[in-house]
């Protein structure tokens, strides 16, 4: 995501430091604890703009909500919206942090984690950018890790040809499709889902969403804090 530099940024992240984690010495092994409750945690990567989370945690305030973004300026907005948006929350369910889906193992523990999501990720489109994918097979290999048994990936693009590429992915990783359809919106799937802001545009013009919910390999709760996780360019 391409956005201007935000004007008193640092400043304006600083007024909403209490959405802001910071990350810690050691990953954490209860994600929940950052929220004083014990409840099922899931994180968005890639959050943009926020209003997924946001939607996410006013929906299911029983949830523990973490989003990441790796742009600072795009996490300004994200932490001002979820501040705009604080009385809609039944529960102080939602935090963010800056950081890179690459560095997962940094910020989570093996099995710590009850779902992750996957938003309009960028497609890369270059076959020789197919390792920057978010569902390129060493990302997949960091989200079996984070996951607890029976956490689940759920990922939604508007980009058929990183559709094609995901369900390829998780083929030859192993993962198991639970849900899967072309078009999100018109499908079983759509009851309860929360759009993100592109998925609002997109469905204005008509463009379908792809959706596919998937578990990962059933063995990598055993191996996950011992096998090595290959690196991307």
């Known amino acids: 995501m391409r956005m201007r530099k935000k004007k008193h940024g640092a400043e304006r992240l600083a007024a909403n430091a209490r959405y802001l984690l910071e990350r810690p010495e050691t990953p954490l092994a209860d994600p929940s604890a950052l929220f004083g409750r014990e409840a ?7 959050c943009g703009k926020g209003g997924f989370a946001s939607g996410m945690a006013e929906k299911y305030p029983g949830r523990n909500f973490l989003a990441l973004e790796k742009i600072s300026d795009v996490m300004v907005i994200a932490v001002e919206g979820a501040e705009a948006r604080r009385e809609a ?7 963010f942090f800056i950081a890179d889906a690459h560095d997962l193992p ?4 093996p099995a710590s984690l009850d779902g992750i999501y996957l938003n309009f990720s960028d497609p890369w ?7 920057r994918r978010l569902t390129y097979r060493s990302f997949l290999a960091r989200y079996a890790r984070v996951l607890r048994d029976g956490g689940d990936l759920a990922i939604k693009t508007d980009n058929d040809g990183l559709f094609d590429f995901t369900l390829e992915e998780l083929a030859e990783a192993g993962w198991t499709v639970l849900e899967q359809t072309r078009d999100l919106h018109a499908s079983p799937y759509a009851e309860g889902n929360v759009m993100t802001e592109y ?6 013009k008509g463009k379908n969403i792809n959706y596919v919910r998937a578990l990962p390999p059933t063995e990598h709760t055993e191996h996950a804090s011992s096998a090595p996780l290959e690196q991307t360019e």
């Not at 929350?89 to 935090?95: F, I, K, T």
């Not at 489109?125 to 390792?131: E, G, L, S």
């Not at 998925?199 to 204005?204: D, K, L, R, V, Y």
Request: hydrophobic share 40%; proline share 6%; glycine share 4%.
């Open 40 to 46: 099922p945690t899931y994180l968005e990567i890639g």
């Open 89 to 95: 929350r039944e529960a102080d369910n939602l935090r």
């Open 106 to 109: 940094l910020w989570f523990a």
């Open 125 to 131: 489109p270059k076959a020789r950018h197919a390792k």
């Open 199 to 204: 998925e609002m545009a997109f469905s204005e």
